[in-house]
Structures are given as structure tokens and as C-alpha cells.
């Protein structure tokens, strides 16, 4: 990596994502799955998303993009190396 961006990768898990309840994950899981529909792309064991896509998600769920990003690796639907800096 080169330094300027805090380059933190985003590839969510979709098997994972579908084992959690509903009440956990659905603000989740449906913004993941409208991504999914606008690209047209359902084959995938894991999906991409915008490092902007986490922070519209953070604000959903009243953390900040650390603090979801933190849950999201608890739930097993982001990778230990999603983690980002500390000053994020
Ligand atoms: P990668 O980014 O490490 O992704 C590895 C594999 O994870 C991909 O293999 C694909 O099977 C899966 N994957 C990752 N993100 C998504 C997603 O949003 N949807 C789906 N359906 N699958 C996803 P694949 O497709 O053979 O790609 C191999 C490598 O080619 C990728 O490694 C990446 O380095 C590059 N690549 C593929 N598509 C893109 C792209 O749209 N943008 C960029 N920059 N690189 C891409
Ligand atoms: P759009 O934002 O106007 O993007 C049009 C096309 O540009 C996308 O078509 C994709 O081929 C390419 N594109 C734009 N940004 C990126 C990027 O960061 N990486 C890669 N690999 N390609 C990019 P696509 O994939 O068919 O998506 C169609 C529309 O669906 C997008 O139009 C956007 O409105 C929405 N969309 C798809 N994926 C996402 C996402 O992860 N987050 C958000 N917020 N919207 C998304
Ligand atoms: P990626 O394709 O490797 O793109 C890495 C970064 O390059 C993106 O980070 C974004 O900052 C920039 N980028 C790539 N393509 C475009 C583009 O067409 N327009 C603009 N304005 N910037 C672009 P970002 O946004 O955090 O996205 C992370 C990953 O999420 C992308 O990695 C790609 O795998 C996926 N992604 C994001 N948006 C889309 C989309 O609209 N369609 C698809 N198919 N994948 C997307």
C-alpha cells in the first residue's frame, strides 16, 4: 500500500451474512442485497462494497465506521484484516 488512503478492503461475506438473524443484520442485509440487485450480480460467495456504502451503513446503525466495522468482523462477516487504522 502507498500510504495516503486508509486502503481498508470491504468484501462482506454473504454465506455468513444469511446464517445471522434478521434482527442482528437486516439493515445489512438488505443494503447488501440491493447492491446485489443494481449490479445484477447473485453468484457471489462474497460481495464488494463501497468503502462510502460502510459509511451511509455506519450512520444506520449509529457507530462509527471503526465501531460497525469492529461488529461486522464480531459476526464473522468481515475478514480480522478488515480492521481499520485507529484515527478512522
Ligand atoms: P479479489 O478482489 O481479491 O477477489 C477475489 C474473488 O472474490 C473474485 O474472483 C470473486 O470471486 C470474489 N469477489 C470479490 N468481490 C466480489 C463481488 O462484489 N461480487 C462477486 N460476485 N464476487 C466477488 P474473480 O472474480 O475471479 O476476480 C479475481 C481478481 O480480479 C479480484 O481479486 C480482483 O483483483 C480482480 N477483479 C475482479 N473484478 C474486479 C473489479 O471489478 N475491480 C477490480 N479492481 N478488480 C477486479
Ligand atoms: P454507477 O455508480 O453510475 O456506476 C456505473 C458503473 O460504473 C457500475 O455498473 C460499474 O460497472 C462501474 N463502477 C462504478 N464505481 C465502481 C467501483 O468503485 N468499482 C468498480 N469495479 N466499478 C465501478 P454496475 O456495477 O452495473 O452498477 C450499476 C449501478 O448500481 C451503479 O451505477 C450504482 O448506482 C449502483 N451500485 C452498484 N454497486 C454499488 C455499490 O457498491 N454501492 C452503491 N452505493 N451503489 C452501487
Ligand atoms: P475496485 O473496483 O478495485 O475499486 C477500488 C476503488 O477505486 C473504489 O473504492 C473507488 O474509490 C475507485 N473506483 C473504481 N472504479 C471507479 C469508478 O467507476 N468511479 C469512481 N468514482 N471510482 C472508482 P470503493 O468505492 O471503496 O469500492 C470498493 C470496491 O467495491 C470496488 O473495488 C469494487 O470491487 C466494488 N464496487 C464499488 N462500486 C461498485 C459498482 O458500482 N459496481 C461493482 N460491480 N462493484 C463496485
Redesign the pocket.
Known sequence: PSGAEPAT??VINLERLQQLPAEKVGPLARYAATIQS??G?YNGKVL?????DLRSLAIIYDMTPGELTERMIDWGVLPPEARPSKED
Open positions: 478492503k470491504i443494481q449490479r450480480d464488494s462494497i463501497r468503502t462510502e
